[in-house]
């Protein structure tokens, strides 16, 4: 054999070798059973709903129990989600989302046996009732579930509330079903529906904005309180719900000099008396208006007018 030919041999051998080296020492480097990292906040897309006191737009800005949360919680876990990154759409559209679209988390959520394996969660944030309202010049008495399926009741499609009412035995074709509570307000007014389920805070918050007066419509029939929570479309990874549901533990858990805690400070904000613990007082069980820096002639919404507190009795 010839030198020339010798000396490629010799040159294709050493490429080779050396690059099967290479190949090994690049597999050791991650060495296999190694947990994925947490993924960051910034590669998820949040979604809300307009539902005061948890979420809702003022002046183009989002404000609200559960987005002072996630901006805290996400703080902790190391990539801060500003709010101004939060997408606010019907309740439809967003819920929706969370079921097709990967990536994707939802504020708010009601975590209910018939979504238990659609979502991964981390909470909860708080709870609340859905509550029937009715015109009161109607003089309705809902005495039990059983006696719901006589009216027409307004529900929001895919809400709690709709699976709520479909739960206490009333059928679909008893419902009329839209995806904005606006629409509702005005159906329930004009008497195209006889009652209408909603949480009882935002029901009265909207009802405030659309006709003037939050007090428009009564409660005539509470259902049972329900947790809500953030809902995670079920390809984001255990390690990060883990670690938003460990941040959230300490904002409940972890004092300042004072004995309050993170979450009982956002929760104050929102329930209309600066320093008051949520879980004293039934913030969502109290329906009176009041204004916290005097009088509230015209009802403007959150901060400067809150629902309830006016007595804990």
């Not at 709010?83 to 959520?109: C, F, M, P």
């Amino acid at each position: 054999m010839s030198q020339p030919i010798r000396n490629i041999l010799f040159l294709f051998v050493a490429i080779l070798v050396m690059g099967i080296i290479l190949s090994a020492g690049c597999v050791s480097e991650k060495p296999a059973g190694l947990a994925p990292a947490a993924q960051s906040e910034e590669t998820l897309n949040f979604y809300t709903e307009q539902f005061p006191p948890y979420n809702y737009d003022v002046n183009g800005t989002l404000n609200g129990m559960s987005i002072d949360l996630l901006e805290a919680i996400t703080e902790k876990t190391g990539t801060k989600v500003s709010r101004d990154k939060i997408h606010l759409v019907s309740w439809t559209e967003a819920y929706q989302t969370g079921l097709t679209k990967n990536n994707t988390v939802l504020l708010s959520t009601a975590r209910l046996p018939e979504r238990e394996n659609s979502f991964k969660w981390a909470g909860p944030i708080d709870s609340y009732s859905t509550v029937l309202f009715a015109r009161p010049d109607r003089h309705v008495n809902v005495t039990g579930p059983e006696t719901l399926t006589q009216y027409r009741i307004g529900v929001i499609k895919d809400a709690a509330g709709m699976k709520q009412v479909l739960a206490s035995g009333v059928n679909e074709s008893r419902l009329v079903i839209e995806t904005n509570a606006s629409v509702l307000i005005t159906k329930l007014q004009n008497g195209e529906i006889d009652l209408w389920a909603y949480p009882e805070p935002t029901g009265r918050y909207l009802t405030g904005q659309q006709t003037g007066d939050p007090s428009t419509f009564e409660v005539v029939y509470t259902f049972s309180p329900l947790d809500l929570w953030y809902a995670f479309s079920t390809d984001v990874p255990d390690i990060t719900v883990q670690s938003f549901q460990q941040a959230l533990d300490a904002l409940k858990t972890d004092k300042d000099a004072s004995g309050v805690t993170p979450y009982e400070q956002i929760a104050a904000r929102y329930s209309g008396r600066p320093g008051i613990v949520r879980g004293d007082i039934p913030f969502f069980r109290v329906t009176p208006i009041r204004a916290l820096n005097g009088p509230c002639p015209k009802f403007s919404g959150f901060p400067d007018c809150h629902f309830g507190l006016v007595s804990s009795t």
